[in-house]
């Protein structure tokens, strides 16, 4: 027998088999979907690897004989397994489109066993792309209108990558192993690069051939969401891959989906969660990545499932040397800020924008951003960003803040009632007279007689007596009175906040 004879002998006796490799979500660790790989197993139970006989079966064109072959097996294994929502990645050779109809072909094969389109994912390599002789976007076209999801494998093993990339889309992007294999500095240069733009061009990235736990952690802390390879698991036949599921968090197709907006967040932006534009962050003034971290949000439980180093020192900044010490807290009902927190959590729960909380915790100031990434049944997925304005970032920033927080206000007095002195901090200056200038004492009688409605000044006078302000103050009193404004008369809230060292903050601000 010749070779082809040999081929389709084995594929009438059942010897060509669909072995499975899983692929894991790096963020979760629970199983996506599963790489069909083909395998020849006669019947001395010698094994054939694909780089066997698939370099023949293209070189006869006969590759879509197998490929249809797996396909079919890949149906009846489907219908057999009790996981109606795992997904299979297929091989497809580009050969195929060549010699056949593979819409046609394919949609029939799903049609005979009753299996949904999407369910299967389609990897085709960039080859692909360089047949000239067929409508390739048309066809890809077809099989996305039907539900198919098609990936690109093998990404960063050939010549003209960049240009598939620019032309058409793809759902998912394999990154080849051969990027991985050799993990040096620059390998890793490439690989976040790659991440990065696959992100920015809108699709899901997927590793493969990842080994080694330093692999997975360094891929999980850059945004690559799905990983394959030894690490997790070696392609094994069926029985053996239902063996492995028993054991692992399958995703069902709402968490499938739950899971995958996270590819829709670059975590290598300056801005992840593009909230700092609208909040007049300039995110420029720092080169480095934002703080970022995934939240889950389950029934009043709080989880981290993610955040990368510049979240981990921040955090250092506001007290906190470990995110456990954090998590601990946040599922702390007697934690001081845990309302807070939690009020925040269920905002950014019920909005579909960004919530921001400024908040002070070891005297640090810090604005707190979440934006909810996806939900699934009680679970919400929530981005967490910060920004600390203790850091190189202060004067910029306070200053930006601070003339923005004055203009609410009409006139900001520090007073120093045993010194008898005022100095005006900011006014509106919309006085007859600028009142910080004269003693204290005097200057609250003139502010009275001039300034105050005469129908309030009584009160006004008992509000500012300066032999029991002391007592009466904790924190601040505030109270409103009618004051005038230009021509006429207005209400406004008068407040005097105690500071340090005998010093108070005298502040109106209009209602
Ligand atoms: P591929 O699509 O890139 O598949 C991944 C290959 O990497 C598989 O080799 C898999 O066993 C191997 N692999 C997975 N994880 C690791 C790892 O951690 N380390 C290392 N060193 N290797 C890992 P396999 O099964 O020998 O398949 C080789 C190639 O043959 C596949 O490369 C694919 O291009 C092709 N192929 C396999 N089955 C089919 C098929 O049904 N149809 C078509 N057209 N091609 C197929
Ligand atoms: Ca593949
Ligand atoms: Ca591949």
């Given at each position: 027998?010749?070779?082809?004879?040999?081929?389709?002998?084995?594929?009438?006796?059942?010897?060509?088999?669909?072995?499975?490799?899983?692929?894991?979500?790096?963020?979760?660790?629970?199983?996506?979907?599963?790489?069909?790989?083909?395998?020849?197993?006669?019947?001395?139970?010698?094994?054939?690897?694909?780089?066997?006989?698939?370099?023949?079966?293209?070189?006869?064109?006969?590759?879509?004989?197998?490929?249809?072959?797996?396909?079919?097996?890949?149906?009846?294994?489907?219908?057999?397994?009790?996981?109606?929502?795992?997904?299979?990645?297929?091989?497809i050779s580009g050969i195929d489109f060549e010699e056949i109809d593979m819409f046609k072909a394919i949609t029939e094969i799903l049609n005979k066993y009753n299996v949904s389109s999407n369910i299967i994912h389609l990897e085709i390599t960039?080859?692909?792309?360089?047949?000239?002789?067929?409508?390739?976007?048309?066809?890809?076209?077809?099989?996305?209108?039907?539900?198919?999801?098609?990936?690109?494998?093998?990404?960063?093993?050939?010549?003209?990558?960049?240009?598939?990339?620019?032309?058409?889309?793809?759902?998912?992007?394999?990154?080849?192993?051969?990027?991985i294999n050799q993990f040096n500095l620059n390998s890793k240069k490439i690989i976040t690069s790659v991440i990065n733009m696959s992100k920015k061009l809108g699709m899901h990235t997927l590793a493969e051939g990842v080994e080694t736990e330093e692999q997975v952690s360094f891929l999980k802390k850059i945004g690559c969401e799905i990983i394959q390879g030894y690490y997790f698991a070696r392609p094994m036949p069926s029985k053996d891959l239902l063996d492995y599921l028993s054991k692992k968090n399958v995703e069902t197709k709402d968490e499938y989906m739950y899971w995958n907006e996270i590819g829709r967040l670059n975590f290598l932006s300056a801005d992840p969660l593009e909230s700092f534009k609208n909040y007049a962050i300039n995110a420029d003034v720092t080169t480095e990545l934002a703080p970022l971290a995934l939240v889950e949000y389950e029934k009043g439980e709080i989880r981290y499932l993610y955040f990368n180093d510049t979240y981990a020192r921040e955090l250092k900044i506001i007290g906190y040397d470990s995110i456990k010490k954090l998590v601990a807290d946040v599922n702390d009902e007697s934690f001081e800020?845990?309302?807070?927190?939690?009020?925040?959590?269920?905002?950014?729960?019920?909005?579909?924008?960004?919530?921001?909380?400024?908040?002070?915790?070891?005297?640090?100031?810090?604005?707190?951003?979440?934006?909810?990434?996806?939900?699934?049944?009680?679970?919400?997925?929530?981005?967490?960003?910060f920004y600390t304005l203790n850091s190189k970032r202060t004067d910029y920033l306070v200053l930006k803040y601070s003339q923005t927080l004055y203009m609410t206000y009409d006139t900001v007095t520090e007073i120093t009632p045993d010194?008898?002195?005022?100095?005006?901090?900011?006014?509106?200056?919309?006085?007859?007279?600028?009142?910080?200038?004269?003693?204290?004492?005097?200057?609250?009688?003139?502010?009275?007689?001039?300034?105050?409605?005469?129908?309030?000044?009584?009160?006004?006078?008992?509000?500012?007596?300066?032999?029991?302000?002391?007592?009466?103050?904790?924190?601040?009193?505030?109270?409103?009175?009618?004051?005038?404004?230009?021509?006429?008369?207005?209400k406004k809230n008068i407040r005097i906040t105690k500071l340090d060292n005998g010093k108070y903050l005298y502040t109106i601000q209009a209602l």
């Open positions: 027998m010749n070779f082809l004879e040999k081929f389709n002998d084995a594929l009438d006796k059942g010897y060509i088999k669909p072995y499975f490799q899983p692929l894991t979500r790096s963020i979760s660790e629970t199983v996506c979907g599963v790489e069909v790989l083909a395998r020849w197993i006669d019947d001395g139970n010698n094994m054939v690897f694909p780089s066997e006989f698939i370099p023949k079966l293209e070189e006869n064109r006969m590759i879509y004989k197998l490929d249809l072959a797996i396909l079919e097996e890949v149906c009846k294994f489907y219908n057999k397994c009790q996981y109606k929502d795992i997904t299979f990645s297929i091989n960039e080859s692909t792309m360089l047949y000239d002789a067929i409508d390739i976007k048309n066809i890809f076209n077809k099989f996305r209108e039907a539900g198919f999801e098609i990936w690109i494998d093998d990404f960063g093993s050939g010549y003209s990558s960049l240009n598939v990339l620019r032309d058409y889309s793809f759902n998912v992007l394999k990154m080849d192993m051969t990027l800020h845990y309302d807070r927190y939690i009020r925040q959590i269920e905002n950014t729960i019920n909005h579909n924008e960004v919530q921001r909380v400024d908040n002070l915790i070891n005297n640090v100031v810090f604005s707190h951003f979440t934006k909810l990434i996806a939900s699934v049944n009680d679970r919400y997925l929530i981005a967490s960003s010194m008898d002195s005022a100095v005006q901090i900011y006014s509106t200056a919309g006085f007859a007279k600028v009142y910080g200038t004269v003693s204290l004492r005097k200057g609250i009688l003139e502010f009275a007689e001039n300034e105050v409605h005469p129908s309030d000044k009584e009160r006004y006078l008992k509000f500012f007596n300066l032999d029991t302000l002391k007592e009466r103050i904790n924190k601040y009193i505030q109270d409103i009175f009618t004051v005038r404004s230009g021509d006429s008369y207005e």
